[in-house]
């Protein structure tokens, strides 16, 4: 007995070590040839050094009440934690695959006693040990194999949850900047609202002192003109005081909704979503912000679905491994020590016989009615699929970083020339205020401008909000945010 346990021992050491070294993962399975970013000529502000999608999202996201928002998404989010939950599930699956290379081992405690009509022929027998059931030495690396397979479905959840907490704080940011946007339209709206309701009441007053002055008999000439210019003017204010009133129903409606999509991803029934004024945020230093994208082969470092797509190839490989070594002939061991006590032995003598047992066996699949063929056509088909699938997920990636790159360019020129506009139409506003003052411009002119205004202040908003959202998807489709 003493000789024959370090003798199996060292056997079972050299064969495992063996079986672990005869297929390996190879990385060049996954390197191809990565496109470079499709860039607009005129984009002179991005540039290819390191990738802010390097940056942790606190150091891109600097708006203090954005950061307390997204950090209770990160901690609150349902979805986000059942994300986590199946990464665990598949790190268990880790533990049950190092689980495999060792036996089952079993303790017996056994009693049997049998009493016949003559006493002599009594039988009493008992006894306690160990069984060591069940254990396959990895002659071919199956085992190995599938524990490999089972870290990399680790890692690949690892990264899909990842990819689910880089779209949260997009969603969150993209949330965020929309609200403030819809505040914009909503602020100018109410200005508009208080300006051509206190424009109306100053008209209606001027009318109604030309009725006075006409009646008595000190307006005599052009009065009636001069009533119904003042007329006209006072319809016009109720145009655009009702247009205005119009409108407000409708921003009020998309703001509770936003708030609404933000508690959901905050997981919470509802709450104050504190947030910024867009004077604070559209500031000249962002306009003039460089975003460095860094080089295409960056996106398999930061970008988790590509992460994920390539750890879902190594899993293929190592199953497909497998499904090979099935094949092969399988090396089982059993064996048990214990002791046997027989008749008028009291049960706490263990004194007696000790007994083992040691058994080696060998099992070479013949025919399991096709299944084992058909495991390894559908891991090898599955291998393939998942490579196809690695390479268009890096393709699809640099798609995507380059149309996000032209739509925030065109985004950048469109909200500079629209603030410039906007300032532009804001002086020539304060000067139709002032000539109406001094009576060398009607109120038709100073509506106009007014109009004209607030026009270009809701379209600034979109603009605000576009803009601010390409820079989003942009920090997204590199990865940003993913560590």
């Given amino acids: 007995m003493k000789k024959i346990i370090p003798i199996f021992l060292l056997i079972w050491m050299a064969i ?151 779209k949260l704080i997009a969603d969150v940011a993209l949330l965020y900047y929309r609200l403030i946007g819809l505040d914009t339209k909503l602020e100018a709206t109410n200005d508009i609202i208080a300006k051509s309701q206190a424009y109306l009441d100053e008209q209606e007053k001027l009318i109604s002192r030309y009725e006075n002055e006409m009646n008595r008999g000190k307006l005599k000439e052009g009065a009636d003109e001069l009533i119904n210019r003042s007329n006209l003017a006072v319809e016009q204010a109720k145009a655009e005081l009702y247009r205005a009133k119009a409108v407000k129903p409708d921003i009020q409606a998309q703001i509770f909704i936003a708030e609404n999509a933000m508690n959901l991803l905050l997981s919470r029934e509802g709450g104050e979503i504190p947030r910024t004024g867009i004077e604070d945020v559209l500031t000249p230093e962002l306009l003039t912000d460089t975003i460095h994208i860094g080089i295409p082969a960056e996106l398999l470092h930061f970008r988790p679905d590509v992460m994920a797509a390539e750890y879902a ?34 049960w706490s003598d263990f004194s007696g016989t000790i007994v083992y047992n040691l058994f080696a066996g060998i099992t070479q699949p013949l025919f399991n009615k096709g299944n084992l063929r058909h495991n390894k056509r559908l891991r090898d088909l599955d291998s393939l699929q998942k490579l196809a699938n690695y390479k268009q997920t890096v393709l699809g990636a640099c798609m995507e970083v380059s149309n996000t790159l032209i739509y925030y360019q065109m985004n950048y020129s469109k909200v500079t020339n629209i603030a410039k506009r906007y300032e532009a139409l804001r002086k020539a506003f304060d000067y139709s205020r002032e000539l109406y003052n001094k009576k060398t411009a009607t109120y038709l002119d100073v509506l106009a401008a007014q109009s004209q205004l607030l026009q270009t202040r809701l379209e600034m908003s979109d603009a605000f909000v576009s803009y601010y959202s390409r820079r989003i998807e942009l920090y997204k489709a590199l990865g940003g945010g993913a560590q």
Avoid at 99 to 107: K, M, Q
Avoid at 329 to 342: I, V
């Fill in 313 to 346: 190839v190594r899993e293929a490989f190592h199953l497909k491994d497998a499904a090979r070594s099935a094949f092969y002939p399988s090396l089982t061991l059993n064996a048990s020590l214990g002791t046997e006590e027989n008749f008028n032995t009291r």
């Fill in 16 to 166: 495992s070590v063996c079986g672990c070294s005869f297929h390996s993962y190879q990385t060049a399975i996954t390197e191809i040839e990565i496109p470079h970013y499709r860039k607009p000529d005129s984009l002179n502000m991005v540039d290819e050094k390191r990738s802010v999608a390097s940056m942790l999202w606190q150091d891109y996201y600097r708006d203090k009440n954005l950061s307390a928002l997204i950090d209770s998404a990160i901690h609150r989010n349902l979805s986000l934690y059942s994300s986590f939950l199946q990464m665990e599930k598949a790190n268990s699956y880790i533990r049950k695959a190092n689980g495999s290379f060792w036996p089952s081992l079993d303790i017996r405690l056994s009693q049997n006693e049998i009493q016949r009509a003559n006493p002599t022929d009594a039988f009493n027998q008992h006894g306690i040990g160990l069984s060591l059931n069940q254990w396959e030495i990895d002659l071919w690396g199956k085992l190995t194999s599938n524990k490999r397979a089972a870290v990399a479905s680790a890692l690949r959840q690892e990264a899909t949850m990842r990819g689910v907490k880089v």
